[in-house]
């Protein structure tokens, strides 16, 4: 299984990114996807997830009304549109990611997902 994301990059405050996350080795419609991410010197934190299948979504507070996750399963690919863009926005991006037949999922704690890909450095500039 491999995860691979991009769409990172430099951008102003007030502007907008959209990520991707491009899945080999598994079917993301079957899968539970989200995003964390992890600023320099900072602990890493939840962003967004999706579920399999029924496609709910949550968000971390922080960037709730901002950002909005969603899914491509023609391309096999889960998306982050993130607007309106803050410089404390500014981390490496990671997207994970588990099989939603198994039990005890938690969509915000990283240790709840099996797959995890490389990140993406999105920065927001003052």
């Known amino acids: 299984v491999q995860l691979q994301a991009s769409g990172g990059g430099l951008v102003q405050a007030g502007g907008s990114l959209r990520l991707a996350c491009a899945a080999r080795?598994?079917?993301?419609?079957?899968?539970?996807a989200g995003w964390f991410r992890q600023a320099p010197g900072k602990e890493r934190e939840f962003v967004a997830a999706i579920r399999g299948r029924s496609d709910r979504t949550y968000y971390a507070d922080s960037v709730n009304g901002r950002f909005t996750i969603s899914r491509d399963n023609a391309g096999n690919t889960v998306h982050l549109q993130m607007n309106s863009l803050k410089p404390e926005d500014t981390a490496v991006y990671y997207c994970v990611s588990r099989n939603r037949l198994r039990v005890g999922y938690s969509y915000n704690a990283i240790e709840s997902y099996d797959y995890r890909g490389q990140g993406t450095l999105v920065t927001v500039s003052s």
């Open positions: 080795g598994l079917t993301f419609s079957d899968y539970h």
